[in-house]
C-alpha cells in the first residue's frame, strides 16, 4: 500500500508579482495510489498549505512570558477530493489508480523562507481516511519563488544614483535598482572626496551587501497582548576591500564587481516578517594635525547605505531547458596516449662519462661592501 505526490516538472514555482498583486500561478500534479486489496474510504483529498512561523524566543530568560515570542499564520489552505467527496464511504479497488489535480497559487503569497527566527513554508498533502484504521498520508515540500520583474519592468536596466555630503566626506554612489539572487551581478560605483586632501586622506574602503529581516509578533496569541520585534543584520557575502593606494588624489572613483548566490533571500514585506537589502560602504579616513609637532592623527569612519532590490528569476534558463550532458555511464574514459605521443621527443642527455667533462660555466661573484 502507497500513496505519492508528484508534482509536473514544468512548474518552476516562481510567483510573477504585479503591482495590484493580482493573478494566480497554476500548479499541476499527479497523486499515485497504489493498493493490494480493496480499500474503503470517504475519498482522497489533496491539500496545499502554506504556513508562516515566527520564534523570537532567543535571549528570553525561563522565567518570563514567552507567549509574545511565538506566532503561527497560516497563509493558504486549500483543498480538493480527487476520489470521493468526503462524506460517505466508497471503495477503491485493488491495483495502480492516478489522480491528477490543479491548483492556483496566488502570486500575492511570499515566497519560502527559512531562518533560525521565522519560517515560510508550502506543503502538498494527501490523505485518504480509513475506518478503524490509520489514515493513509503522503507529503511534498513546495518551494515558491518572488519574481518581480512584472512590477518593476522598468527598474531591469535602471541605477540609483546618489550623492551626498558626510561630516567631510562627500560621496556620489550609482547601483544597479535591481538585482537577482540567481548569479545576479552587482555593479557597484562610486566617488569620494575629502575637502583637504594634505591632512587627510582614504585609509580603507570596504564594501558589502547588506541584508535586514525583522520579525515581528502581532501579540494576538499573547497572554498580556505584548508584542516583540527582533532585527537581524548580516553580510551573506562578506565585506570586499577595495584597494584605494594613491588616495590623496581627489576626488577618486571606485567600482567593484559583488556576484549573489541563492543563499540571500529575496526582498518580501509581510506583517510579520520583512526582508529588505542594502549595499553597504564602510570607509575609513585618516586626518593629521599639520600645525602640531607630535603629528597626531586622527580616524573617521564613514558609512553609507543604498537600498537595492533583491528579486528571483523567471526562469533558471533562457529559452528551453538544455539537455542533459550526453555521458553514458558505460562510456569509457578519456584516452590521454594519443596526446603524450605527440609531444616532442625528449632531448638527449650526456652519459655519466660525458657529464663528468669539464664544461664552461659563467662564474657569479657577489661582493658585499660593510
Given at each position: 500500500m502507497k500513496l505519492d505526490i508528484q508534482i509536473d516538472p514544468n512548474f518552476t514555482g516562481t510567483l510573477q508579482d504585479s503591482p495590484e498583486h493580482q493573478g494566480t500561478t497554476r500548479l499541476d500534479g499527479v497523486c499515485h495510489l497504489e493498493i493490494d486489496?480493496?480499500?474503503k474510504t470517504k475519498g482522497l483529498m489533496v491539500q496545499f498549505m502554506g504556513i508562516l512561523k515566527i520564534d523570537v524566543r532567543r535571549g528570553i530568560t525561563l522565567k518570563a512570558d514567552v507567549s509574545?515570542?511565538?506566532?503561527?499564520?497560516?497563509l493558504v489552505d486549500e483543498r480538493l477530493y480527487?476520489?470521493?467527496?468526503?462524506?460517505?464511504?466508497?471503495v477503491i479497488p485493488a491495483g495502480s489508480h492516478q489522480y491528477p489535480f490543479t491548483f492556483h497559487i496566488p502570486i500575492s503569497l511570499p515566497p519560502s523562507f527559512q531562518t533560525d527566527r521565522g519560517n515560510?513554508?508550502?506543503?502538498?498533502?494527501?490523505?485518504?481516511?480509513?475506518?478503524l484504521l490509520s489514515d493513509l498520508t503522503a507529503e511534498k515540500p513546495v518551494s515558491l519563488r518572488k519574481c518581480m520583474t512584472r512590477g518593476l519592468s522598468s527598474l531591469l536596466n535602471s541605477r540609483e544614483?546618489?550623492?551626498?555630503?558626510?561630516d567631510g566626506l562627500a560621496f556620489a554612489v550609482s547601483t544597479p535598482s535591481i538585482v537577482f539572487r540567481e548569479g545576479g551581478q552587482l555593479n557597484l560605483a562610486f566617488s569620494l572626496s575629502l575637502p583637504d586632501v594634505r591632512n587627510c586622506k582614504i585609509k580603507s574602503i570596504d564594501c558589502g551587501l547588506k541584508e535586514s529581516i525583522i520579525y515581528r509578533t502581532s501579540g494576538s496569541k499573547s497572554l498580556h497582548r505584548e508584542t516583540r520585534q527582533v532585527s537581524d543584520t548580516s553580510f551573506p557575502l562578506g565585506m570586499q576591500n577595495i584597494d584605494c593606494y594613491n588616495?590623496?588624489?581627489?576626488?577618486?572613483?571606485?567600482?567593484?564587481?559583488?556576484?549573489?548566490?541563492?543563499?540571500?533571500?529575496t526582498d518580501m514585506s509581510t506583517k510579520l516578517l520583512k526582508v529588505r537589502h542594502y549595499v553597504h560602504l564602510l570607509v575609513s579616513a585618516e586626518r593629521w594635525d599639520g600645525r602640531s609637532s607630535r603629528n597626531v592623527t586622527f580616524t573617521k569612519r564613514y558609512k553609507i547605505e543604498v537600498p537595492v532590490i533583491v528579486s528571483s528569476k523567471e526562469s533558471f534558463w533562457d529559452g528551453q531547458m538544455p539537455p542533459p550532458p550526453a555521458y553514458s555511464r558505460h562510456e569509457m574514459p578519456p584516452c590521454y596516449v594519443d596526446s603524450v605521443t605527440q609531444l616532442p621527443p625528449a632531448p638527449p642527455y650526456k652519459s655519466q662519462e660525458d657529464a663528468a667533462e669539464p664544461s664552461d660555466f659563467v662564474n657569479l661573484n657577489v661582493h658585499t661592501s660593510t
Open positions: 486489496k480493496p480499500m509574545d515570542a511565538i506566532e503561527r499564520r497560516l480527487v476520489a470521493g467527496d468526503g462524506s460517505y464511504n466508497s515560510i513554508s508550502y506543503t502538498l498533502r494527501a490523505t485518504a481516511p480509513r475506518t544614483h546618489i550623492e551626498g555630503y558626510q588616495s590623496h588624489h581627489t576626488p577618486r572613483s571606485y567600482d567593484a564587481d559583488l556576484r549573489l548566490i541563492p543563499k540571500i533571500h
